[in-house]
């Protein structure tokens, strides 16, 4: 695997984490995470400026999708590891 790809990975689940703890804190609930995360989402999917592929507006949305994963897991008091993420979020593509 790319080294960068696993740089993402880490930086991808401290993400998940520091949003969890955002959670906990009170600053934000699941849901606001959510809409927040959402909102990030639609923005990526309606860019009209580069043209990208399909195959790099996925790549784009990855990590958005994982954390919005994250987000409902954490919600159910469950944390996965990033491979069961990744898997989900293939499944749901």
């Known amino acids: 695997m ?9 930086l991808i689940m401290a993400m998940a984490s520091i949003s969890q703890a955002i959670v906990e804190k009170g600053l934000l609930t699941h849901e606001e995470m959510a809409v927040a995360l959402s909102k990030a989402k639609k923005t990526v999917e309606d860019d009209n400026g580069p043209e990208l592929s399909d195959a790099n507006r996925a790549a784009t949305l990855f990590p958005l999708r994982v954390l919005l994963l994250a987000n409902e897991a954490s919600q159910k008091g469950e944390r996965l590891a990033f491979s069961s993420y990744a898997k989900l979020v293939a499944k749901l593509s």
């Open 2 to 10: 790319n080294t960068a790809n696993l740089q993402l990975e880490g």
